[in-house]
């Protein structure tokens, strides 16, 4: 269940949202202009199903409300990580979701993502963080790739070493603030959800600028010239 | 720097399948090795870098017409998306919207995000799917190649399915969570990661073919890939609202009726094969043949 | 990682190259990449070696030596990132390198 709290800091002006397993989808008003609301709840799992569900909604909205923002509450454990999901093609399926978020944001639905909750790997990329640049998060959310003591199994670094090294640097570690730094995030919205809200549909633009911003706040400091230059080549 | 060693493009490093691929002496790499443009991050893990980053990019013919290309040396840190590498391919796809090349060819060979820069590789993926989605928006086709040892996992496995087009050998696995990894947060019952022939069966090319993810099965050559390629530089491509719908009926359809199934040989026998064991033994045309005798060649 | 440079030189060394640079090599576990280019150093040959595996400078000097002693050349920077290749592997990707800088494949 999305918490009714965190959706009534959104839209202190009304919203209606149904959750259907982990799947939430809705509308809110935010100074009387309709948002559509797409979500997943309960740090789920996406799968195929979670996947078709999801993509259902989006094109929905394509359908039968054209410019109409969405705003994206992203909640999930990761991709579902099973030997069916696999044999029935799941980078295809989630290949596919990005495909229609993309479509939409191309097609004129400001696409705004919120981290409200977690953000893993997979689960990220095909909800959340596939097809936006507009990615923020709220207070407490937990964006990662990987925890630290899996990191440690998978490349035998001893956990020790790694923690000390995640104090220094941002590149590997979890965290909000690890993701603000390396431009995976926007924003970390702590408190007046409708405010900050308002303010991103205000400032939204269409373009990929977090290389530059992960410049400038010293989390990636190649990325961005590095595109340049061979650009420009 | 033409292939020696055999003809394998599972063996051939990513300067050789490049070499192979274009038309003779027309590549023209972009921030060769010389630029040293290493990784900032590998140093603190006392991991040496590579002079590209694992990546190579740059620009060429194929059967006369310009493209922009990139291959994945899947030798270096498993062919990982680091910042350095990730941004290398962006700028190559970027650049690609302003020289409008006849494609894009992209030779993936690779595990995923390199978890020492994990958060780097992960925002790296997604601004990657982001520029090949602008290239699909404006229709140059960005062609999708896998046949090398890591194939393509995790991040990769996910920007291998945004592409136009996939080509690939029967060696080539496609994935998101990979079977080591499906095993060690599972169990072994629920992945057996040593086991080749589950592996293959379940995310190999084949696989992957009869489920039209992969486009056409290629044989294990630099030069049989290349003339696919050329083939496939004369398709249409593009991404509308309609196609997306057919998509989505589709995966729907294969939910519907392939789930529950416990392995890809049962898969096959639903699919209509008789013999779905013979598949694995099968040549690529003999498979192609058989597809098309069993299902009239229909996508599901 | 260590970091060793070392400058050699050689009498009458041999600086005519068909190409400006060449790569030979891959960096996985147990090989190496060597970057050689041609670079105006009055007739001197630099090695600048990163190196994942610590304590062998003196094992990196012999290789170099039997490279230099060999091919005798000239105006070379040779660049290498080694993770952990041995002696023999070194030597083979250093003479691939040069073969092909002197037109060889």
Known sequence: MLANDLLKQFFPDGFDVKTTDSIVFGAGQINSQEIAIIGTCGHALIGAKEILALGDKFLEIIKSKPGCPILMLVDNNGQRMALEEELLGLPQYIGHLISIQDFARRNGHKVISVVYGNAVAGGFIAFGMGAQSRIYATDGASPSVMNLPAISRVTKLPLEKLEELGKTVPVFAPGCENFYKMGGLLGIWKDKLHERLQEALDKYGEDDNRAEIALERGGRTEAFNIINEVINA | ?300 | MEHISLEKETKSPDIAFSKASSLRGVVSSGNLEVLIEIKELGGKCRFEIDTAADGFGKTWKAVIDDFMERRKPGNLLVSINDYAASPDVVGLRLDQAYEDLKGGE
């Not at chain 2, 229709?139 to 592409?163: H, W």
């Not at chain 2, 496609?174 to 086991?195: K, L, Q, Y």
């Not at chain 2, 995966?251 to 639903?270: P, Q």
């Open chain 2, 1 to 300: 720097m033409k292939l020696k060693i055999g003809k394998s493009y599972y063996e051939a490093t990513a300067r050789q399948r490049i070499a192979c691929i274009l038309d003779n002496g027309t590549f023209k790499e972009i921030l060769p090795p010389q630029e040293k443009k290493i990784s900032p991050h590998l140093e603190m893990f006392n991991i040496p870098v590579a002079f590209d980053d694992g990546v190579v990019v740059g620009e060429g013919q194929i059967d006369g017409k310009p493209v922009s290309i990139l291959a994945q040396e899947g030798k270096f840190m498993g062919g990982a998306f680091g910042e350095v590498h990730s941004a290398k391919i962006t700028g190559l796809l970027k650049r690609s919207l302003r020289t409008k090349p006849a494609a894009v060819v992209c030779l993936w060979d690779s595990g995923g995000v390199r978890l020492q820069e994990a958060n780097a590789g992960e925002i790296g993926v997604t601004e990657i799917i982001r520029s090949i989605f602008d290239l699909r928006a404006v229709n140059i086709p960005v062609i999708g190649v896998v046949g090398g040892s890591c194939g393509c996992f995790g991040g990769a496995g996910i920007i291998s399915a945004c592409c136009d087009v996939l080509l690939c050998s029967e060696e080539a696995r496609i994935g998101v969570s990979g079977p080591e990894v499906i095993e060690t947060t599972m169990g072994v019952d629920a992945f057996d990661s040593r086991d080749k022939a589950l592996v293959w069966r379940t995310t190999g090319g084949k696989n992957r073919y009869l489920f039209g993810f992969v486009k056409t099965l290629v044989e294990n050559t630099p030069d049989a890939f290349r003339a696919e390629i050329i083939k496939e530089m004369k398709e249409p491509c593009g991404l509308a609202l309609e196609q997306i719908e057919q998509k989505h009926a589709a995966l729907k359809k294969r939910l519907e009726d392939f789930s529950g199934l416990g392995d890809a040989l049962e898969i096959w026998a639903k699919m209509g094969f008789e013999k779905p064991e013979e598949i694995p033994g099968m040549s690529e045309k003999e498979l192609a043949e058989e597809f098309k005798r069993v299902s009239g060649g229909i996508i599901c």
